[in-house]
Structure formats: C-alpha cells, structure tokens
C-alpha cells in the first residue's frame, strides 16, 4: 500500500474508532469493518481503490437522519474537478451550501429532513451542479454487471458512485441507505462502502452478492427497486433528468391499508367456506 493510502486510512479508521465510542452498532459476521486488521488487509491487497485515495479526504457524516444521500453527495461533489460554492462560511461544498438555488428548485434541505431522497431524486439534486450522472436500477442488471461497472468505477478515480441499498438485506438495522463506493477487493469479492452515517456503522467491506441483493430490494417511496449513480465532472448543469415522483405516505398508507382489508376479506370468504367453527372464549 502506497504511503498515502496508508495514511488516509489512518485518518479514516481514527475517526471510525471515536465514533464507536459512541456505541457504534457491531457488524454482522457476514461484514468486514474497515478499522479492523482484515479490513486493513484488503484495502492493502486491493486493486481497485483510485476512488477512496480521493473520497478519503472529503468523507463527511451526514448531519440529519435522513441526510445520507445528500452527506454522500457532497462527499463525491468536494472530490470531484468541479468549483465550489464560493461563499463566507465555506470554500468547498456541504451539506447547507449543497442546497442551491436551482437544486433547492428540485427539492428543498426541509424536504429532505421531511422523508429523505429516492435515488432518482438525489440523481437530479446532483444533476443541479456540473456533474453527469447516470442511474441505474438494480432491478435492471445482473450481479456480474453490477460487479463490473462498480469495480471499474472505483478503480478510474475520475468518477465516483454511490449506492442506495436496504440495510435489513445485510443484517443491520432495517432502513434504506446511502454511501459512496470507496474500493473493491476482487479475491473475496468485496467492496468498501463508506457509510456515512459513521456513528452507527464504520466504512464496511460488504460481498458483491449481498450488497447486490441489498440493492435490488423494493423501496417504497419510489416504488422501483434501489441500485446505484456514477457521478462524473461537467462542464456545465445539467439539470434534472429523471422520473423522480415518489408515492406520498398517505398513498402508501392507503394501500397497506387496503391490501390489509382484501386479505382479511378473503380469510372471511374462506373461513366461511370451509365453515369453521370458532369455539368460544375460555370461562
């Protein structure tokens, strides 16, 4: 491992141990933490990890918790060849300045704290800023394509992607996510997510299988599986591109509610079917 490398993961596994001080959740057996010595060694063996010598440097912990799009965000946006918001407060992007006038046009900080971002939508927040981005749906590639496109990703260190996966698929607390890619390992066929919710999980090697099917999963709000964005420079916005209308709450609401009634209808017409009796309640 160069000298650099070494030192950024340093840095990194530093700020991972502080943070599992503050009763950081363990992984599952399933999951390599990077601030562990076989996390440390297939960073070292790695030979696709152009992408975490930069996003290293600019990895940031989302500050809200449902920020984790936008934390990703501004992590790949602050490594990438593009100019920063110029104001007082602050010469390179975070996650207040990322909020644009035109990005705020899309979706506003209040939105976001509100019910956080699908992966069409945090593809057109970045799209505001000079970035290309291509989406991509899990649903609609293989784990060999995913496999590939991912590896090359990190590997190029000239863009960078960022997964929206389903925690509950790789054993950890059952909620939608969203990380930058750092590396990946081809011998164990790993790759290092850098979760940017660091007080709860460290920056973690995660199998392309289970982080494939962690992708693949349904996400409610869009009612599309999740998957992933590559993030390249531009020279200019290019604005928003994708089909972003989520279902609100109450439409998701209303419909396991009335998924509910049929199934409890249908168990009625059965039950009356089949004419079983219900014996009454114990004296």
Known sequence: MRWSVLAAFV??????SSARAAEQSPLPPELIG????EGARLLSESNAKADFTKLVSTFVTQEQSSFCGIASAVTVLNALPVPAPSTPAALQFNQENFFSPATRA???????????VTLAQLANLLSTHPTKVELTY??????DDMRARLSKNVANGNDFAIVNYQ?????????GHVSPVGAYHAPSDRFLVLDVARYKYPPTWIPAEALYRA????????????????IAPASVPRGPLFAARGRRPTMILGGIIAAAFFVGVG?????????????????
């Not at 990077?34 to 010595?37: E, I, K, N, Q, R």
């Not at 899990?138 to 784990?143: G, R, V």
């Not at 168990?267 to 004296?283: C, F, T």
Request: aromatic fraction near 2%; charged fraction near 25%.
């Open 11 to 16: 840095g990194l596994a530093l700020t991972a």
């Open 34 to 37: 990077l601030d562990t010595p």
């Open 106 to 116: 899309v979706m506003t900080s209040e939105d976001v704290q509100k019910t956080g």
């Open 138 to 143: 899990a649903s609609d590639i293989s784990l």
């Open 167 to 175: 925690r509950g698929e790789l054993q950890q607390e059952s909620l």
């Open 215 to 230: 992708m693949k999963s349904g996400d409610l709000i869009s009612g599309k599986s999740r998957g992933f964005l590559e």
């Open 267 to 283: 168990v009625g017409l059965l039950l009356g079917r089949l004419k079983v009796k219900v014996p009454p309640p114990d004296a």
